[in-house]
Nanobody, 115 residues
């Protein structure tokens, strides 16, 4: 059974940093590209960043380029999202999944940016 468990969210002030983690199980993690998504209140879930399975090539939505870094540790079946220079508009529930969002979603982790 495929499962994602996200953690690391919290409330920080604008300009602060957070590091999110997503532990995956139930599939061959090292063979699958992984993505982070976010969903703000009243809005659709958006793709934030993607990392390929082996080569580690990354891609980001324009609004987070230069501020967020996606990485993965295939030994730990974990994908990370380092978020720097956080802005109020980054406030959302953050989720991980494959780039197609094709497996059941985890519970997500809440990120709130507020002064």
């Amino acid at each position: 059974q495929v499962q994602f468990v996200e953690s690391g969210g919290g409330m920080v002030q604008p300009g602060g940093s957070l590091r999110l983690s997503c532990s995956a199980s139930g599939f061959t993690f090292s063979s699958v590209p992984m993505s982070w998504y976010r969903q703000a209140p009243g809005k659709e879930r958006d793709l934030v960043a993607t990392i390929t399975s082996a080569s580690g090539i990354t891609n980001y939505r324009d609004s987070v380029k230069g501020r967020f870094i996606i990485s993965r540790d295939n030994r730990k079946n974990t994908v990370y999202l380092q978020m720097n220079s956080l802005k109020p508009e980054d406030t959302a529930v953050y989720y991980c999944n494959n780039p197609w969002g094709s497996v059941p979603w985890g519970q997500g982790t809440q990120v709130t940016i507020s002064s």
